[in-house]
């Protein structure tokens, strides 16, 4: 059976927010306490060549990984890879969602994303009573799918071009219609609001790969449901709403009088909903759970100490981090908190420096500055300019004697490929880089390498010795 995604292949990328730890970090922040996943079996549904998967199983020898496909050409090129780096830990199977079943064993962590909202309604189902039948006592499965009513607004706009390219078979052609349809139309609808929600649509859609334009905008299938539906989904089949793995997103920047507003609304899953809609939020990572864990959603100083943490943060150059007075520490993706107590400020200059590894809590200050500096950094985790994790880097930011990377990366560097480097990033080099990297084998004595290039692949964490 041949599929679209035989027709155009889908390319495949290491997505952060699935990994193994960042949803062992979300279950321990809510006190579950998960399988470690240097030790865990791993299951991605909808894995199309393994670009997610196949660095978990490089990074994790000890763990044991399953992904499946319905695309028998993208199962073909994964296990090429997997031969070609000889990973023992890690199969590829061309299957159907339907083929799914307790003979597949039960899995430490479940994850799907980019495919639920793409799928046949029967096929929804399948997958979440796969997800019902296949995790293991305590779990976390990952579920990402379009939500409403952000997805009206994305509805709307391949809609439209779906209906203009109707009877054009060759994808290029229909993928090169629908782009000038839609700048078409941002440009020439002179209705205010409706030319507002068209400009947004297209920013997005026009400078998009036509692979992804052709499978995310053009699918046959493409749909969203409200939160609480898949609430109500995931109820039906003794499963919980856990939480999300971007984490600042559950606790999103709203008015003054709409978070008093859900300050009293205590059920969980109302609060997400309300947020949604008055974020006009259109995507969501759904991470759940099974429904008898005993969930603790407090996010306490205890919690954080025992964490490690990053940050990418910088602050004004003129700052003094040492002494009274609030700071602004904004990352590169726009996220910011302020910050007054200055051991907190330092603690964000000691993280900054070490990037993009992390340090442990108990590394950032002393022990009489810990408590306020705990619940500083709390703050800083809910909006996003400090990342956590419960175990140390597995890479190095300074260059060794005989630089390494890992054998994946030094593939995708020598087939001219973006790279995974050891935070699971897809990181774009340019050809000194690439070239560079492609030699750091551990043969070489770093004399024999050009220095700067190669310290920047560290600064990357691209290195791993």
Not at 212 to 229: I, K, P, R, S, V
Request: a negative charge; proline letters at 7%.
């Amino acid at each position: 059976m041949t599929t679209p995604y035989d027709v155009v292949r889908y390319r495949s990328f290491p997505y952060p927010a699935t990994h193994p730890d960042r949803l062992e970090l979300l279950g321990h922040l809510f006190g579950m306490r998960p399988a470690a996943p240097p030790v865990s079996r791993v299951l991605e549904i909808g894995c199309a060549s393994g670009g997610n998967l196949l660095p978990m199983a490089e990074m994790y020898p000890g763990a044991r990984f399953v992904g499946m496909d319905l695309a028998a050409s993208a199962i073909a090129d994964g296990n090429d890879v997997v031969r070609e780096l000889g990973l023992a830990n890690v199969e590829l199977v061309h299957a159907d969602i339907r083929d799914l079943d307790e003979g597949w064993g039960a899995f430490d962590y479940i994850i799907c994303h980019g495919v639920y909202s793409w799928v046949p309604d029967v096929v929804k189902a399948k997958l979440l009573d796969a997800c019902a039948a296949l995790l293991a006592p305590h779990g976390i499965a990952l579920v990402s799918h379009n939500v409403k009513p952000g997805w009206f607004l994305r509805a709307m706009a391949r809609e439209t071009m779906r209906y203009h390219v109707a009877g054009i078979d060759d994808p290029a052609t229909k993928v090169a219609e629908a782009r000038k349809f839609i700048d078409f139309l941002a440009r020439n609808t002179n209705i205010d609001g409706y030319r507002e929600a068209l400009i947004r649509q297209r920013d997005v859609i026009v400078p998009s790969a036509d692979w992804y334009l052709y499978h995310d905008h053009l699918a046959a299938t493409n749909d969203g449901c409200w939160f609480w539906e898949m609430a109500d989904e995931l109820r039906a089949r003794g499963l919980a709403y856990l939480g999300d793995p971007h984490i600042p997103l559950m606790m999103p920047d709203l008015t003054p009088e709409a978070a008093a507003a859900l300050a009293d609304v205590t059920d969980v899953i109302r609060a997400e909903q309300y947020q949604d809609i008055l974020t006009c939020r259109s995507f969501r990572m759904t991470a759940m759970c099974r429904a008898g864990e005993r969930l603790d959603r407090r996010l306490t100083r205890p919690k954080l100490q025992g964490l490690s943490l990053s940050t990418s943060a910088a602050w004004p150059a003129d700052a003094d981090l040492d002494a009274e007075g609030a700071v602004t520490f904004r990352t590169l993706i726009g996220a910011w908190a302020e910050m007054s107590y200055p051991p907190t400020k330092r603690a964000l200059r000691k993280l900054r420096q070490a990037s993009p590894a992390w340090l442990p809590f108990a590394e950032l200050c002393s022990t009489d500055e810990a408590d306020p500096v705990a619940l500083d950094l709390l703050v800083c985790l809910a909006a996003g300019v400090v990342l956590a994790w419960l175990r140390p880097p597995l890479f190095v930011t300074t260059v060794g004697e005989r630089p390494a990377a890992t054998p994946l990366a030094r593939l995708q560097a020598r087939r001219g490929e973006p790279v995974t480097n050891r935070r699971h990033e897809s990181v774009n080099l340019d050809d000194a880089a690439r070239a560079a990297l492609v030699l750091c084998d551990g043969t070489r004595a770093r004399a024999e390498l050009p220095v700067d290039v190669v310290a920047k692949l560290a600064a990357g964490a691209l290195l791993v010795e």
